[in-house]
């Protein structure tokens, strides 16, 4: 069963515009998540994290919003560059648990068009 | 902070051969984990190293599967008679245990190492 789920494969934005990529999750125990960018023949580079006692954190043009209730997390990028055109994965830990095993979901490829 | 270095960058092998893998975590990191990623999926947990200690193991890591990390600093990851559903990227990852308080550390991942298994 997939845990973290990334439900749209692919997103494609106009430069400057809202890139929101989505994120669900089914495990209530994960309580840390963080977003990655990964480019072809790279490994993933860490964005962004959110703690589950926090609904919303900003870092320059990135900001994580974390619904707990809906099980859901979304990454939102204002405004988009072509730069951001990569693979992006959303990832889960149970801090309580086993908080050294991320879990990921499929990934969101986002294309930024000048 | 020169980051997570793993070699070779690419590895081509033939099915029942073996090969190995290394991964330098970033220095002060005491913590160290294997991924392995295929096509269209995200990374999967193989296993994870404090210091020195292996203290889990996916059962993706079958018994052909081996990793040691002898010093606490770098680490090997070995697949023995290899097959061809061994093709992945295999990545590696290192972190700081967290602080008192702290939900989790954040992993910082290396670039990987292609295998393709003719």
């Known amino acids: 069963d997939q845990q973290v789920k990334q439900n749209s494969p692919s997103l494609s934005v106009q430069e400057g515009r809202i890139s929101i990529l989505n994120c669900d999750y089914t495990n209530s125990m994960f309580d840390y998540f963080l977003w990655y960018k990964k480019y072809p023949a790279e490994g993933p580079t860490f964005l962004i994290s959110i703690s589950s006692i926090k609904d919303k954190n900003e870092d320059g043009r990135f900001t994580v919003f974390l619904n707990k209730s809906a099980k859901h997390l979304s990454l939102h990028i204002v405004p988009s560059q072509p730069g951001d055109s990569a693979v992006y994965f959303c990832?889960?830990?149970?801090?309580?648990?086993?908080?050294?095993?991320?879990?990921f979901g499929k990934g969101t490829l986002l294309t930024v068009n000048p | 902070d020169t980051g997570v270095s793993q070699d070779p960058r690419h590895k081509i092998t033939k099915r029942g051969q073996n090969v190995t893998f290394r991964c330098d975590p970033i220095?002060?990191?005491?913590?160290l984990y294997w991924y392995r990623q295929t096509l269209g999926q995200g990374p999967e947990f193989l296993t994870y190293?404090?210091?020195?200690?292996?203290?889990?193991k996916s059962r993706l890591l079958s018994d052909r599967f081996s990793a040691e990390r002898p010093k606490g600093s770098f680490s090997t990851l070995e697949i023995q008679r290899t097959e061809q559903g061994d093709s992945a990227m295999y990545l590696c990852a290192s972190s700081l245990s967290p602080t008192s308080g702290a939900f989790t550390d954040t992993q910082y991942f290396g670039p990987g190492t292609r295998l393709t298994v003719l």
């Open positions: 220095s002060e990191h005491n913590r």
């Open positions: 190293f404090q210091n020195e200690a292996q203290l889990e």
């Open positions: 990832a889960a830990s149970d801090s309580g648990g086993s908080n050294y095993k991320l879990t």
